[in-house]
């Protein structure tokens, strides 16, 4: 199972992932990790219900970590399962109070729940801890309407134009990167960024 999951997950054949998993779980119920590539399959067809659900099976396997509460609180995100996400990520917090992905997790919880300079603290958190992660960016373009610092806007161009950058946070970046030359006037530097995120 695990080397055919890999191969469809390589291929982005999520429906046959979905149907792969499936019977993995009904094979081996206490595997975390037929859980894990259920909950991705379900994922990326855009049922976070599902998604969500079945990664609430992977830490019945394989305990409570912070990556593993990280993972949940971003699911239920996506889920708008907004008392799911805060209980996760607290969890979280509780055990590695300085990981990047649950920082960055937690600014876009903030934001999503209104709480606009409490979600700023924790992106910039996030960013001393790995001034890299992109998703933080993400989220203080719009807390700050793009207002970045001439550091970040470099660290943004950077993250945009060099290929080890994972492609959906090059893509991330990009947008992140245009935003900050249209909230300083420069609409042509700004459109010619949008143009080089789509």
């Known amino acids: 199972f695990s080397a055919d999951a890999e191969i469809l997950t390589r291929q982005g054949n999520w429906r046959a992932l979905e149907a792969l998993a499936g019977r993995w779980v009904q094979t081996d119920p206490g595997n975390a990790q037929a859980w894990r590539t259920l909950s991705r399959a379900t994922f990326e067809l855009g049922r976070f ?26 699911l239920a995100l996506h889920a708008l399962e907004f008392d799911t996400a805060a209980a996760a990520l607290a969890e979280a917090e ?21 709480r606009f300079a409490e979600a700023e603290t924790y992106c910039r958190r996030c960013l001393d801890c790995s001034p ?10 719009r807390l700050t309407k793009g ?6 806007m470099n660290v943004l161009s950077r993250l945009a134009a060099q290929q080890s950058t994972p492609l959906d946070h090059r893509i991330a970046a ?3 990167l245009a935003h900050g030359y249209d909230a300083r006037g420069d609409s042509g530097t700004a459109f010619r960024a949008y143009e080089h995120a789509h």
């Open 49 to 74: 219900y599902a998604a969500l659900a079945a990664f609430q099976k992977v830490l019945d396997c394989s305990g409570r970590s912070a990556a593993n509460l990280t993972t949940l609180g971003r």
């Open 132 to 141: 890299e992660f992109v998703p933080a960016y993400t989220t203080l373009s």
């Open 174 to 176: 990009a947008f992140a």
């Open 147 to 152: 207002r970045f610092s001439d550091q970040e």
């Open 94 to 114: 509780a055990l590695a109070p300085n990981a990047a992905e649950m920082l960055a997790a937690r600014g876009l919880l903030l934001t999503y729940l209104g």
